[in-house]
């Protein structure tokens, strides 16, 4: 019978049973080194099969003889945060480096996520109303020309400050701290989509007559 081992599933986005439908193990061979005492290590490579969505996964285990515990990667890398289904609306430019912050928060990279949300903010400024003065004076100017709330401007302010200081006083930020900085910045891009989707609406809703 094969082994059902609870993981999370990227498709599912939860903890679901899968079964192992095949195993290999390696072993790196044994050192001998003073007193007759040896080192050794394995790798034990297992894919699994989602018993809901029936996704597959690969599980790597790294077991050295010096470890207390063994060293487990899964590959695809856990999805930390789902890309938008809007993302296709945003520029280019933009859509680009959204896509790599995800993909850094799927390796763990939070630090790299925050800076990254920090030049999207950047680059939003520069589609919107150029390179003109200080952060503050942007938000400013993006507040005054109606591209953003007064609590939008509050919120970009917070977004820009965690990132400043990840990249001037090596701040590490926590898994929360970076979902709140993307989702500022979703809040931010999704404008794009919206835009779009009113005036598409307004193409095909039927006008009122005015006549009496």
């Known amino acids: 019978?094969?082994?059902?081992?609870?993981?999370?599933?990227?498709?599912?986005q939860n903890y679901t049973?899968?079964?192992e439908i095949y195993t290999k193990k390696v072993n790196d061979g044994q050192e001998k080194i003073e007193n007759d005492y040896q080192l050794s290590c394995s790798h034990t490579y297992s894919l699994f099969e989602c018993n809901g969505c029936h996704d597959i996964h690969l599980e790597k285990v790294v077991c050295f003889s010096e470890w207390d515990d063994v060293e487990t990667?899964?590959?695809?890398?856990?999805?930390y945060r789902k890309t938008p289904?809007?993302?296709?609306?945003?520029?280019e430019t933009q859509r680009k480096l959204l896509e790599e912050i995800y993909r850094s928060l799927a390796g763990n990279c939070k630090q790299l996520a925050v800076m990254g949300a920090r030049t999207l903010i950047d680059l939003f400024i520069l589609d919107k109303i150029g390179d003109i003065g200080s952060y503050k004076q942007k938000l400013t100017k993006l507040q005054e020309q109606q591209f953003i709330s007064t609590e939008q401007k509050q919120h970009l302010t917070a977004a820009l400050d965690a990132?400043?200081?990840?990249?001037?006083?090596?701040?590490?930020?926590?898994?929360?701290?970076?979902?709140?900085?993307?989702?500022?910045?979703?809040?931010l891009l999704i404008n794009y989509s919206l835009n779009k989707n009113a005036d598409e609406l307004n193409e095909i809703t039927p006008k009122r007559n005015n006549k009496k």
Do not use: L
């Not at 019978?1 to 599912?12: A, E, L, P």
């Open 17 to 19: 049973d899968h079964t």
């Open 1 to 12: 019978m094969s082994d059902i081992k609870t993981i999370f599933c990227n498709k599912c």
């Open 73 to 79: 990667t899964n590959y695809p890398p856990r999805i």
């Open 163 to 187: 990132g400043h200081a990840v990249i001037h006083r090596g701040f590490q930020p926590t898994d929360d701290i970076v979902n709140k900085v993307i989702d500022i910045i979703e809040s």
């Open 85 to 91: 289904k809007w993302i296709n609306s945003v520029p």
